[in-house]
């Protein structure tokens, strides 16, 4: 249950759309700063999820006038230009948080993050996240990902294929697994969605509400991803009842157990086999899929993650 404490006023901004929608689940009002044309970093309440009535958004040179409770940063852009250029200085002394949504890119475990701020709370969505990162002097927790579907999808798994979720995967190249997915496409029937996916022969963006509905009919769903955050994707697959099968890399390895809700390994020959026999069987893909929907109703549930961040925004506050 939520304490039951005053709505705390949030500034933040839009950079992961689906995150964001579940952030504002937290019963708080948060205000999202907005620029013109809405570019990204600034895009405000854009696009079809259904925003709540406890989220607003704020034009960039309006910011300095108002009165917030919390500053809630999360991108180095946020961090390095706008708390100094945007935030009055009153605003730049209010109580603050960094959301860090990725593992360090430069270097896997040496890499000094910016925010090195006694005054500041480092939120990781990972644990593997809080590991690899040098924070510093700055304070850190660990929230996990809470995720909500649509009411009454369920995984069906008739197609005998799988499916794959990646954005600007062409782009993105060897760090989200675009080599991986070429090579196990040739071997087993993939199919790919995501931003710009037609570049590599895929299908293309599938709307945040109709994505869920639309893997459901998937056999399985295939993560090639060698260094990211967990991706929302696999935990909203998980959610509607659909076997994972992935590289058993970063905060995966902790989420999926073998022959329980998935199949994990660094050998792609090994996941090729995996995805042959979810392809041959789909009484084993239905029950590794209860699996991970259990697992995902324990550990993505969206009551737990709303908790933690009232709390935690509760927490720098006080």
């Not at 925010?115 to 700055?138: E, S, Y």
């Not at 009842?241 to 995966?252: D, N, Q, R, S, Y």
């Amino acid at each position: 249950m939520l304490r039951n404490c005053g709505r705390l006023r949030v500034l933040t901004w839009h950079v992961h759309g689906n995150y964001l929608y579940y952030l504002t689940h937290a019963p708080h009002d948060f205000y999202l700063v907005t620029k013109p044309g809405h570019p990204p970093g600034y895009a405000g309440m854009v696009g079809v999820l259904p925003w709540g009535d406890n989220v607003h958004e704020i034009g960039i040179d309006e910011v300095p006038d108002w009165q917030f409770d919390v500053i809630l940063y999360q991108h180095r852009t946020h961090w390095e230009h706008d708390r100094e250029q945007v935030l009055s200085g009153e605003q730049q002394r209010l109580p603050r948080v960094y959301i860090e949504h990725d593992p360090p890119q430069d270097d896997p475990f040496q890499q000094r993050h910016w925010v090195d701020d006694p005054n500041t709370l480092m939120v990781h969505v990972t644990h593997f996240n809080q590991l690899m990162w040098d924070c510093g002097v700055t304070p850190t927790r660990v929230i996990e990902h809470g995720v909500v579907v649509p009411e009454g999808v369920r995984y069906s798994g008739e197609l005998e294929r799988g499916i794959v979720v990646v954005n600007h995967l062409a782009q993105r190249g060897r760090r989200l697994g675009a080599d991986v997915f070429a090579e196990a496409r040739t071997r087993v029937p993939l199919d790919l969605v995501g931003m710009d996916a037609q570049r590599l022969g895929g299908i293309g963006e599938i709307g945040n509400l109709d994505l869920a509905a639309f893997t459901s009919r998937y056999r399985f769903f295939f993560n090639p991803i060698r260094w990211t955050s967990l991706g929302l994707a696999i935990a909203e697959a998980m959610t509607i009842g659909m076997p994972i099968v992935g590289l058993a890399t970063t905060e995966l390895a902790t989420v999926i157990r073998n022959g329980e809700n998935g199949f994990v390994h660094t050998d792609v020959d090994a996941l090729v086999d995996a995805m042959s026999v979810l392809l041959r069987d789909p009484a084993e893909a239905r029950r590794l899929g209860a699996g991970a929907r259990c697992t995902a109703l324990k550990r993505f549930n969206i009551d737990r993650f709303t908790r933690d961040w009232h709390e935690t925004l509760l927490h720098v506050t006080a």
